[in-house]
């Protein structure tokens, strides 16, 4: 599943298992998310303080997750879908030279409502545990 190819769905049913999501985190990845997020917390731009304050690396910041949270639900959805919420917790952290993998299933379906459980992991495990309803919008 790539930016830009869309496995459009308006039938979601319970238990329907989303396409994995791989993203490699390199430093310029950690630091222009942070970034573009306006986090300018010195723990994800730079390595030295970060190690510093007692971490590996620079990491990746909640914001980053959120969106890349609805990029995948969005990507799967298709163009017409209206994410409605996103809720989130972190776990490990999302070091930089890590790749997460998000994996997505659909837990409810409620008239348009789609609700969907997803998880990223990275080498340390679970980074992102979150759940995301989004309308599907109307077929093409």
């Known amino acids: 599943m790539g930016g830009s190819e869309v496995t459009a769905t308006v039938s979601a049913t319970v238990g329907t298992k989303l396409p994995e999501l791989s993203i490699y985190g390199d430093p310029t990845f950690i ?4 970034i573009a997020t306006r986090d300018y917390q010195d723990v994800h731009h730079d390595r030295d303080k970060a190690q510093a ?14 969106g890349l949270v609805g990029r995948y639900v969005t990507d799967w ?12 917790r972190l776990g490990v952290p ?6 997460i ?5 659909v837990t409810a379906v409620e008239g348009d409502l789609v609700t969907l459980k997803v998880v990223g992991t990275n080498s340390l495990g679970d980074h992102v545990i979150a ?3 989004l309308t599907m919008g109307a077929a093409q």
Do not use: H
């Open 101 to 105: 993998t998000f994996r997505g299933e």
């Open 53 to 66: 304050k007692g971490s590996k690396d620079i990491f990746v910041n909640i914001l980053t997750d959120t």
């Open 94 to 99: 999302w070091y930089a030279y890590d790749t």
């Open 131 to 133: 759940t995301s309803t």
């Open 31 to 34: 630091v222009s998310t942070a």
């Open 77 to 88: 959805a298709g163009p017409n879908a209206i994410v409605k919420s996103i809720k989130l």
